[in-house]
């Protein structure tokens, strides 16, 4: 008889392996997020010149266990637009949602139109980690939706030369998109003076501060407003012919005057034209105080 036979001694056995695996598809995956019906996780209309918060992004922990999550904005080329998203970790226990807040901010000049920016999701949970492309954010740049007017409400548009006038202008402001907070700023000519006691405002504070060497120069108005939606505000703003260094009474010579340079809202780039009145002399003055005998 021959026995055949063999033995052998398993003491360790080490291998690697890569493996991809899928963690996040939509509202339904262990680490959801939540997409529009347009595939955006959300769209911000934002107009030029103007400031907005918004819910970046919403997610929900369907891991069964504690996660830990933050989302970055990957890299994108966004011209005079500022995006900031919540920064830092946060803690969700399990079937918990969170919403991620977001801050934009678009400058004056910003161009028109529609911008996409990638979110990702960072996640982390005692059995590992995760890096998830979510669905981008959508920004929506429009022109400002706000009017600007001015209109003499109180003056005659032609006057005798060397005589004292005095005109009332109002400068209105009209808002049809969300709250916004304005300056709106005009300067007032050397040849007149601002009457504070025949000047008021609606809503906001103003200013009038005279340049110039010897206090003879121009005035230059600041009024700081907020105006919501739907609303106007408005600012009546009496002026009057003041006596030059000279001691003459402006305006000294005939000509076409302005009253203003044009009220503009600062960073938005709209301004109004300038009120303007034309100065005779006596004999020539037919419609200084509301027409001609004959």
């Known amino acids: 008889m021959i026995l055949i036979g063999s033995s ?11 493996i991809w695996v899928q963690i ?33 992004l919403t997610i929900r922990n369907q891991l069964g266990e504690t996660l830990e999550a933050r989302i970055e904005l990957s ?28 801050n934009v901010s678009v400058a004056s000049d910003a161009p028109i139109g529609t911008y996409t920016v990638p979110i990702t999701l960072y996640a982390s949970w005692n059995n590992g980690d995760a890096e998830i492309s979510t669905c981008p954010l959508k920004i929506n740049v429009i022109a400002p939706q706000v009017e600007l007017t001015k209109t003499l409400i109180d003056g005659n548009t032609t006057v005798h030369v060397k005589t004292n006038q005095s005109w009332t202008m109002r400068i209105e402001v009209t808002n049809y998109g969300s709250e916004k907070e304005l300056v709106i700023r005009d300067v007032i000519p050397a040849e007149l003076e601002v009457d ?14 005279r340049q110039g060497i010897g ?20 600012i009546d703003i009496t002026v009057y012919t003041r006596l030059n260094p000279a001691g003459k009474q ?25 009120i303007t009145v034309e100065a005779v002399k006596e004999e020539d003055c037919c419609h200084c105080h509301g027409g001609c005998d004959g």
């Open 8 to 18: 052998g001694n398993f003491r360790e056995y080490e291998s690697q392996r890569g």
């Open 24 to 56: 996040s598809q939509g509202n339904e995956s262990y680490i959801a997020y939540f997409c529009t019906d347009d595939g955006y996780s959300t769209t911000v209309t934002v107009e030029q010149g103007s400031f907005a918060s918004f819910n970046a």
């Open 75 to 102: 890299n994108a080329l966004l011209p005079s637009i500022d995006v900031e998203l919540e920064n830092g970790w946060v803690t969700l226990f399990d079937q918990e949602e969170y919403s991620f807040e977001g």
């Open 196 to 209: 504070l006691n025949r000047t008021s405002a609606t809503n906001g504070t103003y200013t009038f501060t």
């Open 215 to 234: 206090n003879i120069g121009s005035t230059h108005m600041e009024w700081r407003v907020t105006v919501r939606k739907g609303e106007s505000e408005y």
């Open 250 to 274: 402006e305006f000294t010579s005939p000509g076409t005057y302005t009253l203003n340079e044009g009220a503009e809202i600062v960073g938005y780039g709209i301004k109004t034209d300038p």
